[in-house]
C-alpha cells in the first residue's frame, strides 16, 4: 500500500506517520511506499519502504499532479494554513486551503482509469458558527464565521461531490480541538486549551485567558491518530453520500479541565495556572462550538478518549515518558 | 443608482428587467443605469436611462472586472449553468458556477476603495439532499446531491464570507423551483411541475412523469422577482453573518396543483394531463426538498403566494392576458 501524506510535517501529521512506520501496516494491509509532503522538509520515518519525501507550495502548478502520480491508495490530506493566518491573509488562506485542496482533487480526477484512492480530509468544528445548539447534531448547518471554516466547508462539499462522482473515495472528518498539543505555546487562540495542562505539568506557568466557565470540544492527538486511520480503512459506502463526519470528543469547561488536572498532579501543579483576562480571546472563544453530538462518526466506530483525565493521562505517556514535574 | 444584472436573458433576468424598467426605481432611488450581462445577448429595456449590453462567458479571464468596473451599486448575480447541463458537463459547471461566482467576487474585493456593492446572489434549494426533514428548517445542513447544488452551497459560503469581510454586502437567496414557467417545454427533470399547469391552460397535453403524491416546493415567476427586489433593497444587518436565505413557497402535492387547476380552469382543462409514469425522473424527484419553514426569510419580509390557486392565477394574468384556452 502506498500513502500520501500531505502536511506530513505538521503535529497532527508527524503523529501519523510515527504510528505508521510502528505498524508497519494499515488496516491489515502492509505499507509499502510512503509519499511525504509539506511546505517544509518532513523528516524521514524510520521504516525500510521507499519514501520520498518533498517540500513545496502544493499550490503551485503541477505540484498537485507530481504528488499524486505515483497513484498513492490512500491520501491524507492534512495541509492547511491555520485559521489565524488565513484571516490575517486573505488569498493564502484561499490559495492553499481552496485551491490547493481542489487542484489535489482535480489531480487525482485527472489520472483517470478506474483509479480512484481513499482520500481523507482533516476538516475543523471551525466549519460552525454561532449561533449553534449545545450539542451541535450531525445536521447542523455549516455556518463558519472565519475564512478558515469556509474553506474546510467548502473542501467538504468537494469532497463530497467528487466522491459521489466517483473520482475518490472521500472521508472528511471534523476534527475537535486537539488538546494537549505537545510543543511550545504558540499564539493560536486556543493555545492555552493545551497551555493550562501542558506549562504546568512541565513545572512552568500557563497563562489562562477565559472565564473558567468555557467549554470546548476535545479530543488528544493519540484520538486524532485514530480517527485518521479509521477513516482511511473504514468502507467508505458506510458513509453514504454524506461523507463528512464531526469526529467524536470530550466537552469539558476550564473548571471541569482544571480538576482534571489537579486529581491527577495535584494543587501544586494547578497552581501554576495564572489567570489573566483576554477580552479579544474571550471574544473569539464565545464563537466557536461548545459540545457535539458525534452520533454518525459514533456508530461509524470512530472513538476518542471516554474523560478529559484520559486525555491528560494520553499526554503524560505521549510526551513525558509517564513524569510529571513537581 | 447603477445596476448590474448578470445572467439578464435568463427567464428571471427578463422579469426582473421588465419590473425595473415599469418602476424606473429601486428601493425609492432612481435607476439611472443599467448594466446587462448574459451568455447570450440580453434584450434592451424600454428604458431612458444609459443601458450597457453584453454577452460572453463572464469566467473568462478579465469579463468580471470589466463588469464590475462602473461600480455598480447593486449587483444580480443570476448566471448559472443550469442543474442537469452542471451534471453532464463536470468542468462547464464547476468553471462558471463556481470559478465565475468567485472572479465576480473576487473583482469586487479588486476594486476596492471603498467600493461595497450589494450583491444578490441567486441560490436554489438544491443545495438541499436527501435524508431531510419534512419541512426543512432555516439551520439544516446544506448536504447537496448534484454537483450544480453543491456549486450553489459554495458560492453561499463565499458570499458569507466575503460579506463578513466588508468586501460586499451579499444576500444570497434560495429560490423555490419557479411555477409556473413560462414558454416552452424543457427537458429539466422539474420541467412538469409547471408543464402540467402550463400546457393544459394554453389547450395542449402535458405529460405528469411522476406520482400524484410527490410534494414540491414551488413561487411563481413573480414572487421570485419580488424576493430580488427585497434582496437588493433590505438592510443587510438585519441578516447579521448567516447571508443565505431560503426563500419562503407553496408546499404542494401534484395532486393538490390539479386540484387547484380543476377549480379554476374545470375538468376539461385537468383532463389535459396524461400520467406517463418516467422512472428515472421518479428517482431523480424523489431525493428533492419537499417542504421549508422559511422562518427567517418570512420575518425579514419576503414573501410568495400564499396558496397554489395564487400561482396559477399569476401565470393567467402575466402570461395569458387573463385568458384561459377552453
Known sequence: MHILILGAAGMVGRKLLARLAQDGQLGGTAVTRLTLHDV??????????????SASDFSAPGEAERLVAGRPDVIFHLAAIVSGEAEADFDKGYRINLDGTR?????????????????????????????????????????????????????????????????????GIRL???????GKPN??????????????LAGQEAVLPVSDSVRHWHASPRAAVGFLLHAATIDGARLGDRRNLTMPGVAVTVAEQIEALRRIAGDAVVARIRREPDPTIERIVAGWPRAFDARRATELGFTAEPDFETIIRAHIEDELGGRIAA
Open 103 to 171: 487542484q489535489l482533487f482535480d489531480a487525482v480526477r485527472a489520472i483517470g482509469e478506474g483509479y480512484r484512492p481513499r482520500l481523507v480530509f482533516t476538516s475543523s468544528i471551525a466549519v460552525f458558527g454561532a449561533p449553534m445548539p449545545e450539542p451541535i447534531g450531525d445536521e447542523y448547518l455549516t455556518a463558519p464565521l472565519t475564512s478558515y471554516g469556509t474553506q474546510k466547508a467548502i473542501g467538504e462539499l468537494l469532497l463530497s461531490d467528487y466522491t459521489r462522482r466517483g473520482i475518490f473515495d472521500g472521508v
Open 187 to 200: 499564539k493560536a487562540a486556543s493555545g492555552f486549551f493545551s497551555g493550562i495542562i501542558r506549562e504546568p
Open 40 to 53: 517544509v522538509a518532513p523528516e524521514a520515518p524510520p521504516v525500510r519502504v521507499p519514501v520520498s519525501l
Open 176 to 182: 475537535p480541538t486537539i488538546c494537549v498539543r505537545p
